[in-house]
């Protein structure tokens, strides 16, 4: 699959910004599934939850478990333990993340995308390479002079599932809970009230980002994942105060934390 590439702003100081950045996009794997990699020296493919596992692995791929990391949480953070090893063990301009799977397309022609906002191709050849822009060429034509570059927004009330909003979809979602975001929500309100209005017109709208997907100046990245750590500690107050018996958050009170750290 891929998803095209936007930019959604462009800073005064990143136009002026001319030189050849050190640009690397990390293509998260799977340990034990064989997948295509587009070869192209700005993308860089890792396995995400090497630790976990004793499968054999390509030895060309990084792992997360190198370095500093915290590859033996990935059962819990998904790719994020592939972001944290970026942080932590590598210097780059810019730090991008895809899928084996799931890349972005820089190409500036449209192409025909499913209603989840993907570009369906059976595999990876010169031709779609060049086709929908997953070249270095066009990649740096797109990433050069930008503070970040996402996926393009996605409709969810155009799915099929017949989605109303974000807050309907996350709803809907398989071993998800409401009182989980609601939770998130009260804890934004007490800790951080200057997003809570940006957070719930968020939540109550029709489109959103997703795939985990993005390319950030090394600035916004270091923020973000600095973000994350925050999430953690959030993760361990919902912990401490359970066990403490300061709080009764019921039984799915492991999730509540997650989506709190999230």
Known sequence: ???????????????EDQKVSDIQIFV??????????????????????????????????????????ISDKNRSYCEMTVQYWAWKNVQADYYGFCHYRRYFGFSASSAQEDVYGNVIAEYISEKNIAQYGLDEAAARKVIEGADIVVTDRVDVTKMPEFYTSIRDHYRKGCSLHEKDLDLLLQIMDEQCPEYSETARRYLDGPSGYYCNMFVMRKELFSGVLLGAILGIIGFVRIWVWQEAGLYDYGEYWVWIGLSVSV
Request: charged residues 20%; contains cysteine; proline residues 7%.
């Open 1 to 15: 699959n891929f998803q095209k590439a936007t930019v959604p702003e462009r800073s005064d100081s990143a136009m």
């Open 28 to 69: 998260c794997n799977t340990p034990g599934k064989d997948s295509q990699q587009v070869a192209q020296s700005i993308y860089h493919p890792i396995y995400g939850g090497a630790a976990l596992t004793q499968q054999t692995m390509n030895p060309e791929f990084a792992r997360d478990d190198a370095g500093e990391n």
